[in-house]
């Protein structure tokens, strides 16, 4: 066996590119992204037209005005789709960086996990807020929900069954088999939310249907 024989054989295997995490948080990252600065371009024009009517404003169930006149659309004293503007930038870049082939430290996966974790709390907040307490949903805030759930829960089970997050094995494994059914759990949390809603406004579907 020659030299270059020998140091292909003990080469260390590269590790294969997570492309379906890549293209989950480049996807969701955008549409997220796009769902929250279309909020704010509307909530710009409401400003500079008190008369104008919003897009997104459809019925009284289905009004992002009435959810933009609340305390909860401005938690932080500013409005909370510049959180989405300026927070969803984050995987759409992790995700191309992953395509180009950068592997990241186990401090940065933390950090990040952390991030959309808030956001995942946030969206659920957010929700509980907007059908139980504001009685209106704004269909630009329901896309960013729709985008930062698959987006938690697919790094999250990625993270725990790789040497990621942890080295311990048995975390590992159990991820391990929980991922292949993701998209499960992701269906779930939705239909929960859904149920929820539909439970809440028993007459929706009649107002969009009708």
Request: glycine share 8%.
């Amino acid at each position: 066996m020659t030299d270059a024989e020998t140091a292909e054989t003990t080469a260390p295997a590269t590790p294969r590119r997570p492309v379906g995490l890549a293209l989950v948080l480049i996807v969701t990252g955008a549409v997220g992204w796009l769902g929250a600065m279309a909020l704010i371009t509307e909530r710009v024009k409401l400003l500079l037209d008190p008369e104008y009517t919003l897009n997104c404003d459809i019925n009284p169930l289905i009004s992002c005005g009435n959810v933009m006149a609340s305390w909860q659309a401005s938690l932080l004293g500013f409005p909370n789709p510049l959180l989405g503007v300026a927070g969803l930038v984050a995987p759409i870049a992790v995700g191309v960086a992953l395509l180009a082939g950068a592997r990241f430290d186990r401090w940065f996966w933390w950090s990040f996990l952390t991030g959309v974790t808030g956001a995942f709390v946030f969206v659920h907040w957010l929700f509980e807020q907007a059908v139980y307490q504001i009685g209106a949903l704004c269909p630009w805030c329901m896309l960013v929900w729709l985008m930062v759930i698959p987006m938690f829960w697919v790094l999250l089970i990625w993270a725990l069954k790789g040497d990621v997050l942890t080295s311990n094995a048995a975390v590992q494994r159990l991820a391990g088999a929980v991922w292949p059914f993701t998209w499960v759990i992701v269906l779930a949390n939705l239909v929960a939310i859904a149920v929820a809603i539909l439970v809440q406004f028993p007459t929706l579907l009649g107002l969009l249907l009708g």
